[in-house]
């Protein structure tokens, strides 16, 4: 079984302060994991993965994320935070092989970016 | 940049009614899946899709919902007999398989009344 754990339901950070959207994962084997985010009304969009190679991923919108095997953690960072940050932010994980596919989602965590 | 369609974006329908959500993956991809999210809640998975037949189901997907690929695009879920409690905001998705991330549609918001 797979699961994660986004342990805040919501984060408040001021603009252009760093910010920190926690995530812990449970996986059976190598894990791949994902974040997205959710603007009010909208789909998922993807901003970043960890596949393998370099803990520290970067994404789309200046955002990057530190893969922690020892801690199984995948904290979502931004250097300065945006206003238009603000929105759902979804952490997943998938585990293969066995031909099973799906991803299996956090809580998801409130972002909110205080101008 | 290639999208998932989804259609309609939004569908009213009255508790006992049959539905079907619409939607197209990406042309190249070979998984399909189906998402629900309650009220901006939790993304939970329903069903994946592989080679034309389910891969993999949740306890949510009972004999009440039904996928198909009809025609080689299209990939639809039905949901036979509507309840109240199959509000949400459905999501389609299709990945290329492998370790790669998986594309949402934007998503069908059903309201059941």
């Known amino acids: 079984a797979q699961s994660v754990a986004q342990p805040e339901d919501q984060v408040n950070v001021a603009e252009g302060n760093p910010l920190t959207v926690k995530c812990t994962y449970s996986v059976s084997g190598n894990p791949y994991l994902f974040w997205y985010v959710q603007y009010p009304n909208r789909g998922l969009q993807f901003l970043l993965k960890?596949?393998?190679?370099?803990?520290l991923v970067k994404g789309s919108y200046g955002f990057e994320a530190e893969f922690n095997k020892s801690q199984t953690s995948f904290h979502l960072k931004k250097p300065s935070a945006l206003v238009s940050d603000s929105a759902l932010y979804f952490c997943a994980v998938r585990s293969l092989p066995g031909g099973y596919q799906k991803v299996t989602f956090g809580t998801g965590t409130k972002l909110q970016v205080i101008p | 940049e290639p999208e998932v369609t989804q259609t309609p974006s939004h569908q009213v329908t009255q508790m006992g009614q049959e539905v079907i959500l619409r939607c197209v993956p990406i042309?190249?991809?070979?998984?399909f899946y189906w998402y629900r999210q309650i009220l901006g809640q939790k993304v939970e998975f329903l069903v994946s899709?592989?080679?034309?037949?389910?891969?993999?189901k949740s306890e949510i997907f009972d004999d009440q919902f039904s996928v198909e690929r009809p025609d080689g695009s299209n990939f639809t879920l039905k949901i036979r007999s509507t309840k109240l409690e199959d509000s949400a905001m459905y999501f389609c998705?299709?990945?290329?398989?492998?370790?790669?991330?998986?594309?949402f549609g934007q998503g069908t918001r059903l309201t059941v009344v």
């Open positions: 899709f592989y080679n034309n037949e389910i891969s993999e």
């Open positions: 042309s190249n991809h070979l998984y």
């Open positions: 960890y596949i393998t190679g370099d803990n």
């Open positions: 998705a299709s990945s290329d398989g492998g370790a790669t991330e998986a594309f």
